[in-house]
Antibody, heavy 119, light 110 residues
């Protein structure tokens, strides 16, 4: 069974930093690209970032470019999102999402971790 | 990249069919056949319903079908059931090598 477990969320002050991690299981992690998608409270989904299976290619939404960095460690089967210069508008549930291989879609989602940016 | 445009809400009676639209541009929905649809129940993670405009993953009911015309994609739910009450999101790959989601549509079963 595919599982994606996010961790690292919490309360942080504006301008602060936070690192989210995702621990996948139930599939060969190194075969899949991975993504982060967020959802502000009561709002819709927003694409944040993605990384290919080798970790050599990344994607970033314009809203977080130059502030967030995605990375992965295939030896440890983890994908991370380093978030810096956080703003109140970054407050959201952050989902770790598996790529539907070769189909430019997302087939499995974690349960999400809440990031709250507030003073 | 602007969000794709979906109606805020759609409703129908049990057994009826409803259709949700998802309008983008020639840089996303109209550019490729990489439109997906996901379902999200309250407090739950989204679930993939449709990928590549029309394809259903294994295990998804055939009551869900989808299509695309130019810059607009459509999701149809046939034989509406109480369990279909949820939010539905479209998404598309873009010419900027990124992804964009729709604002979401709340489906209410009357």
């Amino acid at each position: 069974e595919v599982q994606l477990v996010e961790s690292g969320g919490g309360l942080v002050q504006p301008g602060g930093s936070l690192r989210l991690s995702c621990s996948p299981s139930g599939f060969i992690f190194s075969d899949y690209a991975m993504h982060w998608v967020r959802q502000a409270p009561g709002k819709g989904l927003e694409y944040v970032s993605g990384i290919n299976d080798y970790g050599s290619r990344t994607h970033y939404a314009d809203s977080i470019r130059d502030r967030f960095t995605i990375s992965r460690d295939n030896s440890k089967s983890t994908v991370s999102l380093q978030m810096t210069s956080l703003r109140p508008e970054d407050t959201a549930v952050y989902y770790c999402v598996r790529d539907l291989r070769g189909r430019y879609s997302f087939d499995f989602w974690g349960q999400g971790t809440l990031v709250t940016v507030s003073s | 990249q602007s969000a794709l445009t979906q109606p805020a809400s759609v409703s129908g009676s049990p057994g009826q069919s409803i259709t949700i639209s998802c309008t983008g541009t020639s840089s996303d929905v109209g550019a490729y056949n990489y439109v997906s649809w996901s379902q999200q129940h309250p407090g739950k993670a989204p679930k993939l319903l449709i990928y590549d405009v029309t394809n259903r993953p294994s295990g998804v009911s055939d009551r869900f079908s989808a299509s695309k015309s130019d810059n607009t994609a459509f999701l149809t739910i046939s034989g509406l059931q109480a369990e279909d009450e949820a939010h539905y999101y479209c998404s598309s790959y873009t010419t900027s090598s990124n992804w964009v989601f729709g604002g979401g549509t709340k489906v209410t079963v009357l």
